[in-house]
Nanobody, 125 residues
Framework: QVPLVESGGGLVQAGGSLRLSCAAS????????MGWFRQAPGKEREFVAA????????YYADSVKGRFTISGDGPRNAVYLQMNLLTPVDTAVYYC??????????????????WGQGTQVTVVS
């Protein structure tokens, strides 16, 4: 059973918006925060955004600052990603993940486990 389940992906025109959701499924765990990553065809998985529950701090990749907003519910291990002003460059599979070890560098994918199965976001011009 996949511990995290994403939803909300789809096809959208450039300039449009999507809201991704991610929630824990079945397995119970306590996280320090959660993050969103994305992977485009032929490219490595890259950091998008993260949230740390204890202080409510949010972190963003430079490429999405001002356009994407991460939010969530720590006790429920649920995280959301509001994506505005989408461009074709944002096309990728988006993954959510949980930080169970209080990672010091939130941009590293290796700091996160478990992961969701991913949801496809396609932006057309």
């Amino acid at each position: 059973q996949v511990p995290l389940v994403e939803s909300g992906g789809g096809l959208v025109q450039a300039g449009g918006s999507l809201r991704l959701s991610c929630a824990a499924s079945g397995r119970t765990f306590s996280s320090y925060g959660m993050g969103w990553f994305r992977q485009a065809p032929g490219k490595e998985r890259e950091f998008v955004a993260a949230i740390r529950w204890s202080v409510g701090s949010t972190y963003y990749a430079d490429s999405v600052k001002g356009r994407f907003t991460i939010s969530g519910d720590g006790p429920r291990n649920a995280v959301y990603l509001q994506m505005n002003l989408l461009t074709p460059v944002d096309t990728a599979v988006y993954y959510c993940a949980a930080d169970l070890k209080a990672a010091s560098i939130l941009e590293f994918a290796a700091a996160y486990d478990p992961w969701g199965q991913g949801t496809q976001v396609t932006v057309v011009s």
